[in-house]
């Protein structure tokens, strides 16, 4: 065989196990992060969007359905139309929401093409209140990374938030404003 062709084939392989090295260390740190709710080792300036306990800028929106909805005392969750990581959370924010019917929890939903908001509300079977928004809306929340949560507490200020991917992240962000409800801490 060809010495440089051996070479390559080595140095291929080599490569390939570094890789599969360095997912395996990530996916393995990953499951250790916790990012909602001012994390702890976070300093809460650093964190994207909203100054804590900041208001709100706007408490009283209309949902795709035309109801008028009030943010106070709510999980929103920011999300995009196109954005994958979004498509996976909201089989759990329904799933989250049926566990905790008395928690108002909303959808600020960003629209990159315009027309693509219903194709993906049907797509996703999504009931919860989806609150549409165009993407030059974006700034005034100071929220540029998807999924993304603020809970607001009953005067409309921000008291909780974070990056949202999962049920454990949507308990901790729901927290402030459930205080006495028991069944948000985990079970087991």
């Known amino acids: 065989m060809n010495p440089l062709f ?3 084939y080595f140095t291929l392989w080599a490569l390939t196990v570094c890789l599969g090295a360095c997912v395996v260390y990530m ?4 499951n250790r992060i916790k990012l909602p709710n001012f994390p702890p080792g976070i300093p809460e300036g650093e964190l994207p969007g909203l100054e804590p306990r900041s208001e709100f800028p706007r408490l009283d929106m209309i949902d795709t359905d035309g109801k008028e909805i009030s943010l106070r005392n709510t999980v929103v969750v920011f999300s995009v139309t196109g954005c994958g990581v979004c498509k996976l959370l909201y089989p759990v924010l329904h799933k ?3 566990k905790h019917p008395h928690l108002n929890l909303a959808i600020l939903m960003f629209e990159e093409n315009e027309g693509e908001l219903p194709a993906v509300m049907q797509e996703y ?6 609150i549409p928004h165009r993407m ?3 700034t005034v929340y100071r929220t540029t990374v998807f999924p993304f949560a603020y809970t607001l507490d009953s005067n409309g200020r921000v008291v909780a938030k974070g990056h949202v991917n999962e049920e454990a992240h949507l308990r901790t962000l729901a927290e402030p404003i459930l205080p006495q409800a028991p069944s948000l801490s985990p079970a087991g």
């Open 6 to 8: 051996m070479v390559s």
């Open 27 to 30: 996916l393995r740190r990953m």
């Open 96 to 98: 989250f929401k049926d």
């Open 125 to 130: 079977d999504i009931t919860l209140p989806v």
């Open 136 to 138: 030059e809306e974006m």
